[in-house]
């Protein structure tokens, strides 16, 4: 089993950064691919951003790419999602979520993911 506890989300002005983190446990944390998925009010789910086990390969949506930046912390089994020129579109509930990788590879779908944080909610208001 996985543990992911989100944390850092709130309410922010447009155009300021943000960044949430997720503390993981249970399980070896090398060995695991992560990512940052978010969900809006009426919308479905989608990948923010991938990292692979290593950390040396990361994705990240055409929406975000050049504003946020996904990264892990080998030492402290955390991953963070640094959210820069924030927009009122980023506003929504994000999650962390795990899956158990052979490769150093990223995932880019949510069926790859076995485990799954409890969100955090960003809010940018405009």
């Known amino acids: 089993q996985v543990q992911l506890v989100e944390s850092g989300g709130g309410l922010v002005q447009a155009g300021a950064s943000l960044t949430v983190s997720c503390a993981v446990s249970?399980?070896?944390?090398?060995?695991?691919?992560m990512g940052w998925f978010r969900q809006a009010p009426g919308k479905e789910r989608e990948l923010v951003a991938a990292i692979s086990p290593s950390g040396a390969n990361t994705d990240s949506a055409d929406t975000v790419k050049g504003r946020f930046t996904i990264s892990r912390d080998k030492a402290k089994h955390a991953v963070y999602l640094l959210m820069n020129s924030l927009k009122p579109e980023d506003t929504a509930d994000y999650y962390c979520a795990a899956a158990v990788a052979v490769f150093d590879l990223t995932y880019s779908y949510d069926g790859a993911y076995a485990y799954w944080g409890q969100g955090t909610q960003v809010t940018v208001a405009s």
């Open positions: 249970g399980r070896t944390f090398s060995n695991l691919a």
